[in-house]
Structure formats: structure tokens, C-alpha cells
């Protein structure tokens, strides 16, 4: 079984640039995630989907980060413009459902903001 | 103050000794307490998570144990191994949602 594939694997921007990052889940996963994880820290939920729709995007910084996920399989994350703050590991994981269950994982991406 | 809280930080052991990693949560409500293993430069990995309606699981090496009176809950690691030197996080529902909030995660260092 494939795994949650993320790209790129890592980015360099100067603050004030854009970036996209994409995501491919499990295939037949309905749920899917995008979570923000700072050095030595937890991952922190930016947003959540279900199929196209938007579950929860409570702690996503709306004034400069937007997610979508068109098709209810693939999500880009993008970050327009970039501060020196969103330096961070990406990560995307997805997951059968909604309700209680194991997250899948992929490897993030790594940006750094100059 | 966060929904869940991680201790210790950082955890150094002897190879065969065990480990335990304790996490506090907030939501009388959550039912759902997942662990995630990350190896460096990988994303999470569920290695075990529990349901409100038992108080233990053990899968081999790694348990874990839950009080819900006390809104509290542990990983326990015994015979550990160099391979098991990783961060670990806890998980638990965010604000009676089924969304895992992790915790800071903690440092597992194993010493051959």
C-alpha cells in the first residue's frame, strides 16, 4: 500500500515570497489533514477536509495561508507571502474517516523562510 | 492552557531498561488517546492508541495505560532497544472533536 506522498521534500524562500506545498493521501482515504510542526514542537492542525469539504480551519492564518482539495484526493497548502515565522515541518496525513482513527503520515515538507 | 501535556522532555535510558512518558489532557470528553513514534526526517507513526473504555493495551514491548478519573495517560516501553531512540507524542480530541491535538512530544534517547 502506498503511502502519503508530499512535495517537495524541501524549500527555501526569502520572507515575502510564495509557496505551494502538494499532497497525495492514501488512495480511498476520505479525511485528510494538514498540520504545521515547528522545531521541538508538536504538530499543530492548520486544517482538515473531508472528501472537498472543509471540516475545521479554525488555526489556519487566513489573511496568508489557503488550502484546497478540488477533487476530494489531492490538497495543495500554499502560503502567500511567506514570514520568517512559517519556517516549519508540513505535514500531511489522511485517514479512512473522521472519527477516531489512525492518521497516516506522509514526510513533510521542510521550509525555510529567509 | 494546551489540551494536552507531555513529560518529561527529553528521556535517556540504558538499553533494557524501561520507559515511561506520561501526557495530561483537559477534555473530560475525549475517548480516543493515540502514540506516535517520529524518526528523524519522517512524518508520525501510530505504534499504539487507546479507547475510554479500557485501561490498558499492550502490543509486545509498548503498553499503555489510562485514567480517565485523573485525565491522565502513559506509554510504557520495556527492554528497550537503540532502535527505539525516536520522539514520541501523545494525542488527544481536540474540544469534544474527533481532530488528535498532539502533545510537545518527548525526546527518547537509548544508550547502547
Known amino acids: 500500500e502506498a503511502g502519503v506522498a508530499q512535495s517537495p521534500r524541501y524549500k527555501i524562500i526569502e520572507k515575502r515570497q510564495s509557496v505551494a506545498f502538494w499532497c497525495n493521501p492514501i488512495?480511498?482515504?476520505?479525511?485528510l489533514y494538514w498540520y504545521q510542526q515547528i522545531l521541538g514542537q508538536g504538530p499543530k492542525l492548520l486544517i482538515q477536509f473531508q472528501n472537498n469539504g472543509v471540516v475545521d480551519d479554525s488555526q489556519l492564518p487566513k489573511d496568508r495561508f489557503s488550502a484546497e482539495r478540488l477533487k476530494g484526493v489531492d490538497s495543495t497548502l500554499k502560503i502567500q507571502p511567506a514570514k520568517l515565522e512559517d519556517s516549519a515541518v508540513y505535514l500531511c496525513a489522511s485517514s479512512l474517516g473522521t472519527a477516531n482513527e489512525k492518521l497516516f503520515f506522509g514526510s513533510g515538507t521542510q521550509l525555510s523562510v529567509l | 492552557g494546551e489540551n494536552v501535556e507531555q513529560h518529561p522532555s527529553t528521556l535517556s535510558v540504558q538499553e533494557g531498561d524501561s520507559a515511561v512518558i506520561k501526557c495530561t489532557y483537559s477534555?473530560?470528553?475525549?475517548?480516543?488517546f493515540p502514540w506516535y513514534k517520529q524518526e528523524l526526517g519522517k512524518g508520525p507513526q501510530l505504534i499504539i492508541d487507546?479507547?475510554?473504555?479500557?485501561g490498558e493495551k499492550k502490543d509486545q514491548r509498548i503498553a499503555v495505560t489510562l485514567n480517565k478519573t485523573a485525565k491522565h495517560f502513559s506509554l510504557h516501553i520495556t527492554e528497550t532497544q537503540p532502535e527505539d531512540s525516536a520522539v514520541y507524542f501523545c494525542a488527544a480530541p481536540w474540544k469534544g472533536s474527533y481532530i488528535p491535538t498532539f502533545g510537545r512530544g518527548t525526546s527518547l534517547i537509548v544508550h547502547p
Open positions: 477534555d473530560s470528553a475525549s475517548n480516543y
Open positions: 487507546i479507547r475510554s473504555n479500557v
Open positions: 488512495s480511498g482515504h476520505a479525511t
